[in-house]
């Protein structure tokens, strides 16, 4: 059984940083693309940024594109997401996600590219 366990999530000042982690069990964490997206109060589920296997390829939403820094550690499996100047409109619930396909090229901003996902952790940037 897959699991994701998103952490790391709390309150912060606006310019601040934090930094996420996903622990991932069940499959074979390096033979898939990680991504972490997330939603606020109202509105949908958006993409954050993405890492290819190897963790050599990684995209982000322009968003946060210069100020967040996806990256993973395949001997723990663990997907990471750090974030730095953080702004007020980041907050949100953060959610990590495994692709659903093994060995996928490119990594994929589509929500529904992504089969498992963690609990979510709360991301709250005070102004």
């Known amino acids: 059984q897959v699991q994701l366990v998103d952490s790391g999530g709390g309150l912060v000042q606006a310019g601040g940083s934090l930094r996420l982690s996903c622990a991932a069990s069940g499959r074979t964490f390096s033979n898939y693309v990680m991504g972490w997206f997330r939603q606020a109060p109202g509105k949908e589920r958006e993409f954050v940024a993405a890492i290819s296997r190897n963790g050599k390829n990684t995209f982000y939403a322009d968003s946060v594109k210069d100020r967040f820094t996806i990256s993973r550690d395949n001997a723990k499996n663990t997907v990471y997401l750090q974030m730095n100047s953080l702004k007020a409109e980041d907050t949100a619930t953060y959610y990590c996600?495994?692709?659903?396909?093994?060995?996928?090229?490119?990594?994929?901003?589509?929500?529904?590219?992504?089969?498992?996902w963690g609990q979510g952790t709360q991301v709250t940037v005070s102004s």
């Open positions: 996600a495994s692709d659903r396909a093994a060995f996928r090229p490119v990594a994929s901003r589509k929500l529904n590219d992504y089969e498992y």
